[in-house]
């Protein structure tokens, strides 16, 4: 299985601030054949379902402010939010999608500080 | 509006069986793929597998490696609904369980994210 990390358990920053959250994954999720790489990133606000943010490491979803970007390539990929809202706590998973099973980073749960 | 609606919660005895519904709206059901997903209380998201509803023999079905042998996909595409089940629940089944739509439509590729989201099922196995 591809094992996915995320470089923090917790995130502090200040309303209207920019937050960086890592993810890397222990094999490449870039596919030569079409040049993409098999990676996502969701939000799950608390009580709520996971929501699509990014995929193809760096494709937003229909729907997303464009405050949220995604970046990377291969095996080490970044989540930026800019101008951080207080509607953005919520903890942040990335998502392989190269190999099944489609394996989660554990999580960055983001705090307003 | 493309949706995905669970079933309700479910609190059952050690040893007992279940089966949990999502049922797809607002689209082309039997041609996506779609996920289940495990989060037990205050942890991260586990991915349990794909169900392909317009081919629900085990061509269409693709089961995580660590939950093959523990629970059983199917569905009823003339109701464009998926299901999961447990024959015999243990305690460490408790869960929130989610439903999610890959973005991809191909019977035989499923290297997507997930779109659309359930609003999940929580199971409680209690004595």
């Known amino acids: 299985d591809i094992v996915m990390t995320q470089s923090s358990d917790s995130l502090a920053v200040s309303l209207g601030g920019r937050a960086t959250i890592n993810c890397k994954s222990s094999q490449s999720l870039l596919y030569s054949s079409n040049n993409k790489n098999y990676l996502a990133w969701y939000q799950q606000r608390p009580g709520q379902p996971p929501k699509l943010l990014i995929y193809w490491a760096s494709t937003r979803e229909s729907g997303v402010p464009d405050r949220f970007n995604g970046s990377g390539s291969g095996t080490d990929f970044t989540l930026t939010i800019s101008s951080l809202q207080a509607e953005d706590l919520a903890v942040y998973y990335c998502?392989?999608?190269?190999?099944?099973?489609?394996?989660f980073g554990p999580g960055t749960k983001l705090e307003i500080k | 509006e493309v949706q995905l609606v669970q079933s309700r919660a479910e609190v059952k005895k050690p040893g007992e069986s279940v089966k949990i519904s999502c049922k797809g709206s607002?689209?082309?059901?039997?041609?996506?793929?779609i996920g289940w997903v495990r989060q037990k209380p205050g942890k991260g998201l586990e991915w349990m597998g794909i169900?392909?509803?317009?081919?629900?023999?085990?061509?269409?079905?693709r089961y995580s490696p660590s939950f093959e042998g523990q629970v059983t996909f199917s569905a009823d595409k003339s109701i464009d609904s998926v299901y999961l089940q447990w024959s015999s629940l243990k305690a460490s089944d408790t869960a929130i369980y989610y439903c999610?739509?890959?973005?991809?439509?191909?019977?035989?590729?499923?290297?997507?994210?997930?779109?659309?989201w359930g609003q999940g099922t929580t199971v409680t196995v209690s004595s």
């Open positions: 998502q392989q999608y190269y190999s099944a099973p489609f394996t």
């Open positions: 999610g739509r890959l973005t991809g439509r191909s019977s035989t590729y499923y290297y997507y994210a997930m779109d659309v």
């Open positions: 169900i392909y509803p317009d081919d629900s023999t085990t061509s269409g079905i």
């Open positions: 607002g689209y082309s059901f039997s041609t996506h793929w």
